[in-house]
C-alpha cells in the first residue's frame, strides 16, 4: 500500500520506530511553508533554525534509503499550505494511506483532523514517541482536583519513573532542591566559554530573504550557533554535563550583563525539534551525576531535571487540558500596547535592555530573564496577553506554542487566573538586583519609588497591586505585599500613582 507520512517541523526524531526500516512503499514529506513562517513575526534565527535542522534530516532519512519528498521554502511546487502540499502528494503519486504524527500544537492538531475527516484514503495518527507523558496524562492526574500543582505531578513523575529515587523517597532526602538554585553569578567562578557550532546557513537565509518573510533579531549566516543535527544535539549536551552542570543550579535563576548563558544547557532547541529527547537528556545527566558524585551536588542535577522531568512534561499537560479557551484567557483584563523597545531593545532600564538585546541578538533567554524581567514588566504595564505571547513565539528559537503559551499566558502573565501559577510574579526593582547587576549601572535607581530617576518597576508594582487588589486580595500568597500596600501613607499612594500612570502613558520614554 502507498503510504504518505507527514514529519512536521518539531517532530525530528530520527529514533522513532518510523525509521526502524525501509519500506519502498512510503514517502517521507517535509514542507517549509509561509504558513508557519508568517503566523507571527518570528526571530531570524528561529526560522533559519528550523529549516536547517529539518533540512539535515530528510538528507540523513534519504541516507538510510528512505523515499522522502523535501519542498524547500521557495520550491516552484510549493503552495506554502499544510494541506494543499499533502493533497499535491497524495494525487501525484496515487496515495492510498495517510499517516502523520501526533502535532504538538493545537493549531496544526484541528487543521490536520479537519483535512483527515474529508480524505477518502485510509488515515492514520502516529505518537512522537518524544515525551515521557501523553497528551492526556495530566489531565487525568489531577482528575476531581482543584489546585494543578506542578510540584505534585513532579512527586508523581519521579515515583513513576525512578529518577533520583531511593525506594520511594527522593535520593538526598528532599524532592525539590530550588532553595540552593537562587545563587546571584559575581565572577568568582568561572564560567566555560559556550559551545558553537558555527554552522553555514547563507543558503537558507538567501531564499527567506528572497521570499520577502518578515522576520525579527539578528543572524550570522556563516556561524549559526544552534545545533542543527542529532549528532551535535548530542554534542550539546555533552558540553553541559562535562562543563556546566556543576554549577548549573546554583546559578540557574542568576543574571549578569556580561554572561548570556552563564550555565545553561541551551539544549531547549534541540529538545523542542525533537532532534534529542527528554529522557536521552535526563540519562545522560543521572550518569554523569553518578560518575562524579564527588564534585556535583545533587541540588545541580535535580535543579535541570525538574525543568525538564517537571515543568516541560507539566506545561504540555496543561496545554492540551486546557486548550482552545486557554488561549482567550484575561482574567486581570489587562488591555495596554507592549513597548516598542521589546522589538527594538532601546530603553534606558538597563535589565530590560540587556534581556530584549540579548533576544534580539541570540534568540534566546533564560527563564529568569523571561519571566522576572520581559515578563515581569510587561505584566505590570498591564500588557494584553495576545501581544505578549505573540512576542514570546516569535523572539526565541525554542519557542513553540504547547510550550510557549502556558509559560506566558499562566506563568508570567496570570491570566488564567491561576491555573498554573500561586500566584502572579510581579516584583519590584529589588529582585532584579537580587539575582544579577543589572541595576549595578542603570539610569534609575532601584531604592526609589516615585522621583524622576526612580526604578520604574517599583511605582509599577504597588500600582498593579492597587490596580488588581479587588482580583488579587483574596490570594493567601499576596496578602503580605498587600497588607504593606494598604499600610501606605495616602500621600505616599498617590504619588505612586502619579508616577505609575506617567510610565504607562509615556513607555517607550523610559
Known amino acids: 500500500m502507498k503510504t504518505l507520512r507527514l514529519v512536521l517541523g518539531d517532530q525530528l526524531n530520527s529514533k522513532h520506530s518510523w525509521f526502524a526500516e525501509q519500506n519502498s512503499n512510503i514517502l517521507y514529506c517535509l514542507f517549509e511553508m509561509r504558513q508557519e513562517t508568517d503566523y507571527v513575526t518570528h526571530h531570524i534565527q528561529k526560522i533559519v533554525g528550523f529549516f536547517a535542522a529539518m533540512r539535515n534530516f530528510a538528507a540523513a532519512l534519504q541516507k538510510e534509503n528512505h523515499k522522502v519528498v523535501y519542498f524547500n521554502i521557495d520550491d516552484d511546487r510549493n503552495t506554502q499550505n499544510l494541506i494543499k502540499n499533502i493533497q499535491l502528494l497524495i494525487e501525484e503519486n496515487g496515495i492510498e494511506k495517510f499517516e502523520y504524527l501526533a502535532p504538538d500544537e493545537h493549531r496544526l492538531d484541528q487543521q490536520l483532523k479537519d483535512f483527515s475527516k474529508n480524505l477518502s484514503i485510509e488515515v492514520a495518527q502516529f505518537s512522537t514517541e518524544h515525551f515521557y507523558t501523553e497528551k492526556e496524562e495530566l489531565a487525568t492526574f489531577f482528575k476531581g482536583k482543584k489546585q494543578f500543582l506542578m510540584e505534585n505531578f513532579y512527586r508523581n513523575m519521579r515515583k513513576k519513573h525512578q529518577i533520583l529515587m531511593v525506594d520511594q523517597q527522593p535520593e538526598g532526602g528532599k524532592w525539590n532542591y530550588d532553595a540552593s538554585n537562587r545563587k546571584k553569578w559575581k565572577g568568582d567562578v568561572l564560567i566555560p566559554p559556550e559551545i558553537n557550532f558555527d554552522n553555514d546557513v547563507t543558503e537558507i537565509l538567501n531564499a527567506i530573504e528572497k521570499a520577502d518573510i518578515k522576520s525579527i533579531g539578528k543572524i550570522n549566516a556563516k556561524y549559526f550557533e544552534y545545533p542543527i543535527s542529532r549528532a551535535q544535539a548530542l554534542e550539546q549536551l555533552n558540553y553541559f554535563c562535562e562543563h556546566l552542570l556543576v554549577h548549573f543550579g546554583d546559578y540557574q535563576d542568576a543574571m549578569h550583563t556580561d554572561k548570556i548563558y552563564l550555565f545553561h544547557s541551551r539544549i531547549s532547541f534541540a529538545m523542542n525539534t525533537k532532534m534529542i529527547a527528554p529522557k536521552e537528556i535526563i540519562n545522560k545527566t543521572l550518569a554523569t551525576y553518578r560518575e562524579r558524585k564527588d564534585e556535583i551536588d545533587i541540588s545541580q542535577v535535580e535543579g535541570f531535571i525538574r525543568q525538564i522531568l517537571g515543568w516541560r512534561e507539566y ?142 518597576f517599583n511605582s509599577l508594582y504597588w500600582n498593579f497591586l492597587d490596580d488588581k487588589q479587588e482580583k488579587l486580595s483574596s490570594n493567601f500568597r499576596m496578602r503580605m505585599m498587600y497588607s504593606v500596600l494598604n499600610k501606605m501613607s495616602a500621600e505616599d499612594r498617590s504619588k505612586i500613582k502619579e508616577k505609575a500612570n506617567h510610565i504607562l502613558e509615556n513607555l517607550d520614554a523610559y
Open 315 to 456: 506545561m504540555r499537560g496543561m496545554y492540551w487540558m486546557l486548550m482552545p479557551d486557554y488561549k482567550k484567557s484575561n482574567f486581570l483584563e489587562n488591555k495596554n500596547q507592549l513597548p516598542d523597545f521589546f522589538w527594538t531593545g532601546k530603553t534606558k532600564m538597563n535589565c530590560l535592555k540587556n534581556a530584549v538585546n540579548n533576544s534580539l541578538d541570540n534568540g534566546y533567554a533564560h527563564h529568569i530573564q523571561r519571566l522576572m524581567v520581559t515578563g515581569n514588566f510587561a505584566l505590570l504595564a498591564q500588557v494584553n496577553p495576545d501581544e505578549i505571547d505573540a512576542w514570546y513565539l516569535g523572539i526565541y528559537a525554542d519557542a513553540i506554542e504547547w510550550v510557549q503559551l502556558p509559560n506566558t499566558r499562566g506563568m508570567s502573565q496570570f491570566a488564567d487566573g491561576g491555573k498554573i501559577a500561586t500566584k502572579p510574579y510581579v516584583s519590584s526593582g529589588s529582585y532584579i538586583s537580587k539575582m544579577g547587576n543589572y541595576c549595578d549601572n542603570c539610569h534609575y535607581k532601584k531604592t526609589k519609588k516615585f522621583e524622576d530617576d526612580a526604578c520604574p
